[in-house]
């Protein structure tokens, strides 16, 4: 069979079918629904000097759903991302520092998976 021919499945719709099972199971196993809180470890950032580190911090949140129908958790309460800007030039007028937004963190049940 030349390569041309060989047939594949779609990844998509196996990807989003392993994440509706991996939802249901995940709620059933811990007695939870769509809403429920839970604690649960968030990522955020860190600031130390002019560098960002990736921390985590145990918080509060609600248990979602996004558009395609995987589970997700958002936490309660505002968590620190920071960003490096600069003022888009080089040189000696190069100016550049470290933002930072207050946003809610997510965290997406049954990693290693993103639907686009």
């Known amino acids: 069979m030349e390569k041309s021919e060989l047939l594949f499945p779609d990844k998509k719709s196996l990807q989003k079918e392993y994440l509706l099972k991996y ?3 995940f ?3 811990n007695n939870l629904k769509i809403g429920d809180e839970i604690s649960l470890s968030f990522t955020c950032n860190n ?3 002019k560098q960002i580190y990736l921390t985590s911090k145990i918080a509060k949140g609600v248990l979602k759903l996004d558009d395609n129908g995987v589970l997700y958790a958002e936490s309660l309460d505002n968590m620190p ?4 800007m600069d003022n888009g030039l080089s040189g000696r007028s ?3 520092w470290v933002q930072r937004t207050e946003a809610k963190a997510k965290y997406f049940f049954g990693d290693g998976f993103i639907i686009k």
């Open 27 to 29: 709620l059933n196993l």
């Open 94 to 96: 190069k100016r550049s």
């Open 81 to 84: 991302f920071y960003r490096h």
């Open 23 to 25: 939802r249901d199971q």
């Open 47 to 49: 600031l130390i000097g």
